[in-house]
């Protein structure tokens, strides 16, 4: 520009700086006023010779191409934050307000539309002081295991939380986002660092948030009651602005890359299995060097940030209660609506109104003041835990029963004799599936109660392979006698008579 204001040829300033004669001419027409006389260079600074050079000049009343683009900034910049609206469709509309040929092409257009969506989009850098908060959050990506029993693929959400300061991170699998797995999870994670921070933060989960505001976010009353609990405040961040917990987004990324990688395909029955996994990781990750320091997390923790923190003065966690009053049905079982799953009380209570009072881990149910029944927390849909005191005599008969195995069976027959094992063993093999014969068998077993395991073994003595073996047989030949009427050392087969209008149970079988 200078070689052009002391009247150095087009020609010669091409060859010494390598530039093209019509750039130099485009640059020598933006530096004149009314195209003739040429400002003072000298007298500008660099920001007033770019001006020169890219903004507008007014030719009358009229503006440059550059300069009526500017001329609706706000316009686009508003439009853009509209729904559906997008950059092609601007440049349309601006194609036409500019008559063609005028008009910048779709690319020059939106990088003027970048670069002013740029400017308003800064950041600022707020820092993080030691011991003033920690950022909680869930994972985007969830972890899962194979439930042994049901064979069914579970899936966990994954809480993290990370102290800005030192990062030191903490993280664990839950079977959901409930209020009480959000709150015992923070408390776990206080527990985890051994004190507390000034402040909780978290995005504006409906776990934690009841009514989300940039100023002034309504807790729930759970998170409301862990504060007070931990000697602590809580709040939620901003609508939509997930850098006001930046480090724990941060965390999030890390916790990915350094455990779910490692443990994603591990083969794991439930969830407490996840979850020492998930923590032999994370002893790993939060004890591995870092390069900005040479330090732990846990090292820059206990050195730079434990002594700024609160100290934890609760020895135990927080345990959540919930509560709700139902009534028992007929099979003595109420139904946990939160997880479809049904408990056993006393048999007593059939049709009375109870109450359930129920933490993550166990379920107590009560009538009046007095404890009834306690179980351990089932969270399988449908399912049914029952204890056998709470049964009915001939139900637990009945469990018992489902609960025989054919060996079993067959062993409790031999301690009769060889005899009853046989019929035994023949009743087994009779049916189709084993399991349909079990009643039968135990008939059989348990005639020795009433009668004598000498006169079953006796009477079961007198059943021939070719007879068709089962309960009332024995049982009838029993009831009359069939066992005393052989002299001792005599033993005829108990057949079926031979007789033209008899078919013998083969042929019977083949004509059906």
Known sequence: MQSLSQGTSIMEISRKYGLSRNTIKKYRNLLRDDGVNMPPITDMDDEQLSEQLQSPVKEGDNYTRYG????????????????????QLLWEQYKEEEEGDNA??????????????????TVMVLGSKPGDRLEVDYAGDKLKYIDKESGEIKQCDVLVCVLPYSDLIYCEAQEDQSQMNFVEGIGRSLHYIGNVPK???????KSGVKKADNYEPTLTE????????????????????????????RSVTLVYQRIYAVIENSPLANLTELNRLISKELEYL??????????SRWEEYLELEKSYMLPLKASKLME??????????????ISLTEDRHYYSVPKEYVSEEVKMIYTLREVEIYKGHKRIAVHLRDRRKHQYTTKAEHMPAHHKEMQKIRGYTSEDLICQAKEIGEHTQRVVIEILQSRLYIEQSFLSVVGVIRLQNKYSKERVEK???????????????????????MDKRQPEGEVEDYKTIAHTNIRHVTNFQNNI
């Open 68 to 87: 009526r683009l500017k001329a609706r900034k706000e316009q686009y910049l508003r439009s853009l934050t509209q729904k559906h609206m997008t950059k």
């Open 104 to 121: 910048y092409s779709n690319s020059q257009f939106s990088y003027y539309l970048h670069k002013w969506e740029s400017q308003q989009k």
């Open 199 to 205: 402040l909780i933060i978290s995005d504006n989960l």
């Open 222 to 249: 759970l998170c409301e009651q862990m504060s007070l609990y931990y000697e602590t405040h809580m709040t939620a961040t901003r609508v939509r602005k997930p850098r006001d917990k930046a480090s724990v987004e």
């Open 286 to 295: 939060n004890h591995r060097k870092m390069e900005r320091n040479n330090l």
């Open 320 to 333: 959540v209660k919930k509560s709700r009053v139902g009534k028992v049905g007929r099979n003595y079982h």
């Open 459 to 481: 009477a079961c003595s007198l059943i021939s392979p070719e007879m068709k073996a089962n309960y009332m047989l024995v049982k009838t030949m029993l009831e009359n006698h």
